[in-house]
């Protein structure tokens, strides 16, 4: 909130019952103190007694309008005051506000010999954009300052010279600042901090650090722990230790220090900010923390509307929610404020950048530039935006433009680095971080990502084939490199072609079995939420053995999702929208292999009931700013939908269209009308029809959200004839499991279907009994009302009873529930179904489920359940039918494609047998007794070739039945005329096993064949 400058009188007033209250309270201490133990510890948070250090803390402490009281006041008791005029300037720049610069110039028309007035005014002159004004007032400060004095003024003007190309003279004052730091020894607090700020910036300054014996950064760290010492609580501390933390990538230690900063000072916007930018950063948060982010942002901008960080994050924002329009806007309204404010101006670029204007983002260089000529932090800045939208080929030349100004920049020799590893360039990104890990040892994603590569080259073995460098743990390559290649060349061989994308280089692909390895692969940090990641020509993806953290999965269908990535990334220079990248890629999933579908289809229905599906052109926000849990992965399911209403309404090749107009730099709002011929909002009701239409003959409907059971009560408070409400709110208490009030709202219901007498009101034309035209249809839909209110009240009591153990009651309701028509069939079926299992009636249960089958989507679950019942029963052909159908729907389930396998070899179904393992390898390459069964049923299914891979691959895996195998690969290599190699495994297996039936006769079979005839 801006605080406007109240009138003399009035303010005079405001301070002297201010002013009264630290002299009320001194006369009661000292009347208290005659008494009060003589070694009372003194309050460490209590307010100074006296009016301007009160201020002083006041201010520190965020309470604004108190310390601008008593400052007034002070002003208003002695005009020529200086003090409390420095306050009121401090007051002004923190909270942003238009008086500042006025303030500061009254200040030195009273006394131009104090450095700390040229100070404030250099800050208000920085901050308005009028740098030469700046850099001369702080050189001013700096020139009136004592000797060991003055190190704020020194700090901001090397700050602001090493970015205008006065590096030597930057240089110059970072060394007195630690020069005069080394001696003296009673500093307060603030010298501490801006001394530990000077060795921050001499960290970028190879001729300053080399003249000291240790890293700056250890020297920041000892001097803010100094200042921490004195004062525990001092904000100024606590942010720069805050920023330390965040340049490093130390993000939850970033966070902890803002945090405590918070604490003292919840109104700095200074400390905010640093807050927002470290939760923004915070990937093992998860989505949840951009709502943080935005939290943080609106109370920094309550203080100061013109907060040049956060309009500028705001902006960064924008542009990874796909409105770079947005961000500009953002970014022009700052600006008017901040001219100059590198932030800003990064943003700003980013932002032409993502709307493909080339030319727009040349004049902001040229304009930037000439007002910062060596701000490598700009380019910087930009890199790391366009690099979180998958533009790292675009972030590593802007890390080289940002050397090129400066090349001892080494936060940029970082970013060109990992944008180096992301566009495939090894050997190079190796170096540059070996490079930026020496320049700073201290910077957690460089340093991660440097003793990740020499894991790599401990660790893992790298493969070639012909269209991919693959590497691989030496503990996995040979039991799964066979099928890592395998899939690579189908994938590519079908998608490149697919989406008309000519790679021209190799894709490197790397598989992790340590969650650890393959995060700080992707993004230099311990987690990411992810089985793998795409940076255009390199993949990362986890492995089959880990198993800890993501629990069952298939890496084959994570591989043939990143390699869609490959192709759309490509066809688009990287361009692409995450919706429509992430949909295309979960589209191709179930076209890669029949079992690699999602079930999204349930909760898919539950967002549009609730009335969540996005529209287009707010698509990505889902990923950067979720607004409930697991919205990312609807994002996902809803991205595959999407892809898939568009192939089927407009073919596939405008979707090639629309990503063509994706790589010309159009945003969604141009890309969509240009490909596909209608504007967004049109795609959003067409593709609204096509969901009403895809689920049309689905029965499901979600449980009531609190809003919705909210919405209830408000309607029956309104309304309280309204039986069909009542009926909904019975329902929404019973799936909740608040029984008694589901038992009290289902008897009002039942009670008012009988007795209901409507207002005239509730149907158009009056009562339906009147006789009028329409008053059959009218009685109908009453009737079809009342009818579903008495049925969803039925379920109700039906679940009350299923609660209580009254099975029969609960089973007599939920078909009187159906009869009528409930509109929840499906939980009424459910219960009835679960009832009858646990009675072990298993032909009821059995009809109940298999009509649940009929009215809900497909679910792996629910066939388990099935086959559990038929198995039970004793029909086993019938419980392996739903076993198989099983499989089909669980693309990571192992254990049942085993179980299922084994039957089928024992009923010699030998085709089904190859066919429900046919992806096995792709969930775990690493389970032998997958690969033997897999192998038995090819083979006897006329498929030796590949037959005698999983052979091979079952004895690579250490399958404990070798001659078994042996023999198997035997009468492969036989069936392919390899008489010698055929020979040679039969004998290898009747070694072990002389008994064994199928290698005894291959023996026999090769002599014959040898034979001369």
């Given at each position: 909130m801006r605080i406007q400058a109240r009138s003399s009188f009035r303010t005079l007033a405001l301070a002297l019952a201010v002013l009264a209250a630290p002299l009320a309270v001194?006369?009661?201490?000292?009347?208290?103190?005659?008494?009060?133990?003589?070694?009372?510890?003194?309050?460490?948070?209590?307010?100074?007694?006296?009016?301007?250090?009160?201020?002083?803390?006041?201010?520190?402490?965020?309470?604004?309008?108190?310390?601008?009281?008593?400052?007034?006041?002070?002003?208003?008791?002695?005009?020529?005051?200086?003090?409390?005029?420095?306050?009121?300037?401090?007051?002004?720049?923190?909270?942003?506000?238009?008086?500042?610069?006025?303030?500061?110039?009254?200040?030195?028309?009273?006394?131009?010999?104090?450095?700390?007035?040229?100070?404030?005014?250099?800050?208000?002159?920085?901050?308005?954009g009028d740098l030469d004004g700046a850099?001369?007032?702080?050189?001013t400060a700096v020139a009136l300052a004592k000797d060991g004095e003055g190190f704020e003024q020194k700090v901001r003007l090397a700050a602001l010279r090493a970015e205008r190309g006065k590096k030597k003279e930057a240089c110059a004052l970072l060394s007195k600042v630690l020069d005069e730091y080394g001696a003296r020894d009673d500093l307060a607090v603030s010298e501490f901090v801006w001394a530990a700020r000077a060795c921050r910036l001499a960290d970028l300054q190879p001729e300053v650090k080399k003249q000291y014996s240790r890293k700056m950064y250890e020297y920041s760290q000892e001097m803010l722990e100094q200042a921490l010492k004195k004062d525990p609580k001092d904000v100024g501390a606590l942010v720069e230790s805050g920023e330390i933390y965040l340049e490093k990538g130390d993000f939850p230690f970033a966070s902890d220090e803002f945090k405590r900063a918070v604490e003292r000072d919840p109104n700095s916007p200074e400390v905010?900010?640093?807050?927002?930018?470290?939760?923004?950063?915070?990937?093992?948060?998860?989505?949840?923390?951009?709502?943080?982010?935005?939290?943080?942002?609106?109370?920094?901008?309550?203080?100061?509307?013109?907060?040049?960080?956060a309009h500028a994050t705001l902006a960064y924002m924008a542009v990874t929610d796909g409105d770079p329009d947005r961000a500009l806007e953002r970014c022009a309204q700052a600006l008017g404020a901040r001219p100059w404010d590198v932030t800003l101006h990064a943003a700003k670029a980013a932002a032409l950048l993502f709307k493909g204007d080339d030319a727009g983002f040349a004049q902001e260089e040229k304009a930037f530039l000439e007002k910062r000529p060596t701000c490598a932090r700009f380019y910087n800045e930009i890199a790391g935006l366009v690099s979180s939208k998958f533009r790292y080929a675009e972030a590593r030349d802007l890390a080289r433009k940002a050397l090129a100004l400066d090349p001892d920049y080494h936060p940029a020799r970082g970013t060109l680095g990992l944008n180096l590893l992301r566009t495939g360039d090894e050997a190079e990104g190796k170096k540059e971080l070996d490079l930026a890990n020496k320049a700073d040892p201290y910077d957690v994603i460089t340093l991660n990502t440097v003793r990740l590569m020499a894991t790599l080259e401990k660790d893992y073995t790298t493969l070639e084939s012909e269209h991919f460098t693959i590497r691989l743990h030496k503990k996995e390559a040979?039991?799964?490199?066979?099928?890592?290649?395998?899939?690579?060349?189908?994938?590519?061989?079908?998608?490149?072609?697919?989406?008309?994308?000519?790679?021209?280089?190799?894709?490197?692909?790397?598989?992790?079995?340590?969650?650890?390895?393959?995060?700080?692969?992707?993004?230099?940090?311990?987690?990411?939420?992810?089985?793998?990641?795409?940076?255009?020509?390199?993949?990362?993806?986890?492995?089959?053995?880990?198993?800890?953290?993501?629990?069952?999965?298939?890496w084959g269908r994570t591989s043939w999702h990143e390699f869609t990535h490959v192709c759309t990334l490509n066809k688009t220079k990287n361009r692409i929208p995450r919706w429509l990248t992430e949909g295309l890629s979960v589209y191709e999933e179930s076209r890669g292999r029949p079992s690699w579908v999602r079930e999204y289809d349930v909760p898919i229905l539950t967002v549009r009931a609730r009335g969540l599906i996005l529209p287009l052109l707010k698509f990505d926000e889902a990923f950067t700013k979720p607004r409930y849990a697991d919205q990312v992965m609807m994002a996902y399911y809803q991205g595959g939908l999407a892809c898939e209403f568009m192939d089927q309404r407009f073919g596939f090749a405008k979707i090639l269209a629309l990503l063509d107009e994706y790589a010309k730099g159009k945003v969604t709002r141009e890309a969509v009308p240009a490909a596909l011929g209608l504007p967004c909002e049109d795609f959003d009701r067409e593709f609204a029809s096509f969901l009403e239409s895809r689920y049309a003959g689905i029965a499901y409907l979600p449980?009531?959200?609190?809003?919705?059971?909210?919405?209830?009560?408000?309607?029956?408070?309104?309304?309280?004839?309204?039986?069909?409400?009542?009926?909904?709110l019975a329902r929404a208490y019973a799936l909740t499991g608040k029984i008694a009030d589901a038992e009290a709202q289902a008897g009002a219901t039942l009670e008012g279907v009988r007795g209901l007498r409507l207002p005239s009101s509730f149907f158009a034309l009056g009562e339906p009994e009147a006789g009028l035209p329409g008053s059959e249809l009218r009685a109908g839909t009453r009737a079809a009302w009342l009818r579903t209110a008495a049925g969803d009240a039925n379920l109700a009591l039906g679940m009350v009873a299923a609660s209580r153990g009254r099975g029969a009651e609960a089973l007599r309701r939920f078909q009187q529930a159906i009869d009528l028509g409930t509109r929840d069939p499906v939980e009424a079926r459910r219960v009835r179904a679960n009832i009858f299992r646990a009675e072990k009636r298993w032909d009821e249960a059995i009809r109940e489920y298999e009509t649940l089958l009929s009215l809900v989507p497909p679910m792996a679950d629910l066939h388990r359940v099935v086959s559990a019942c038929y198995a039970a029963k004793g029909d086993a052909e019938?419980?392996?039918?739903?076993?198989?159908?099983?499989?089909?729907?669980?693309?990571?389930?192992?254990?049942?494609?085993?179980?299922?396998?084994?039957?089928?070899?024992?009923?010699?179904?030998?085709?089904?047998?190859?066919?429900?393992?046919?992806?096995?390898?792709?969930?775990?390459?690493?389970?032998?007794?997958?690969?033997?069964?897999?192998?038995?049923?090819?083979?006897?299914?006329?498929?030796?070739?590949?037959?005698?891979?999983?052979?091979?691959?079952?004895?690579?895996?250490?399958?404990?039945n070798v001659p078994d195998a042996e023999a198997g690969a035997a009468a492969c290599l036989l069936a392919k005329g390899d008489l010698d190699g055929a020979l040679a495994r039969a004998q290898r297996a009747l070694a072990v096993d002389p008994d064994l039936e199928l290698a005894k006769k291959v023996v026999e079979e090769v002599g014959k064949a040898k034979k001369p005839k």
């Open positions: 001194l006369a009661a201490r000292a009347q208290d103190d005659e008494d009060a133990p003589r070694n009372r510890k003194k309050d460490p948070d209590a307010l100074p007694d006296e009016p301007l250090p009160r201020a002083r803390a006041l201010l520190e402490r965020g309470r604004h309008d108190e310390a601008q009281a008593l400052a007034f006041a002070l002003v208003e008791k002695d005009p020529k005051a200086k003090a409390p005029r420095a306050l009121l300037v401090s007051l002004y720049l923190k909270t942003g506000r238009d008086e500042a610069e006025s303030a500061a110039r009254k200040l030195l028309e009273l006394d131009r010999s104090v450095p700390e007035h040229h100070l404030l005014l250099g800050r208000v002159l920085e901050e308005k850099d001369s007032a702080y050189e905010r900010i640093g807050l927002a930018r470290a939760l923004l950063a915070a990937y093992y948060k998860g989505s949840a923390r951009f709502g943080e982010v935005e939290d943080q942002l609106k109370k920094a901008l309550a203080v100061d509307p013109t907060c040049p960080a040979a039991g799964s490199s066979d099928y890592v290649i395998s899939l690579l060349e189908e994938a590519r061989e079908k998608l490149t072609k697919k989406y008309g994308v000519e790679l021209k280089r190799k894709t490197l692909v790397e598989l992790f079995p340590r969650v650890e390895d393959f995060s700080a692969r992707s993004i230099g940090l311990p987690f990411i939420p992810a089985l793998g990641v795409c940076f255009g020509d390199v993949m990362t993806v986890i492995s089959a053995n880990e198993k800890k953290v993501f629990g069952k999965h298939s449980p009531p959200s609190s809003e919705e059971k909210d919405a209830l009560l408000d309607r029956i408070a309104e309304a309280p004839w309204d039986v069909g409400a009542r009926g909904a019938k419980a392996l039918e739903h076993q198989d159908r099983v499989c089909s729907l669980d693309s990571d389930d192992m254990k049942t494609r085993l179980e299922v396998a084994a039957q089928y070899r024992k009923k010699e179904r030998w085709a089904d047998l190859a066919r429900i393992l046919d992806d096995a390898p792709l969930i775990d390459p690493f389970v032998p007794d997958a690969h033997f069964l897999l192998g038995e049923g090819l083979r006897h299914s006329g498929k030796s070739e590949r037959a005698l891979l999983e052979y091979d691959s079952a004895l690579k895996n250490n399958l404990k």
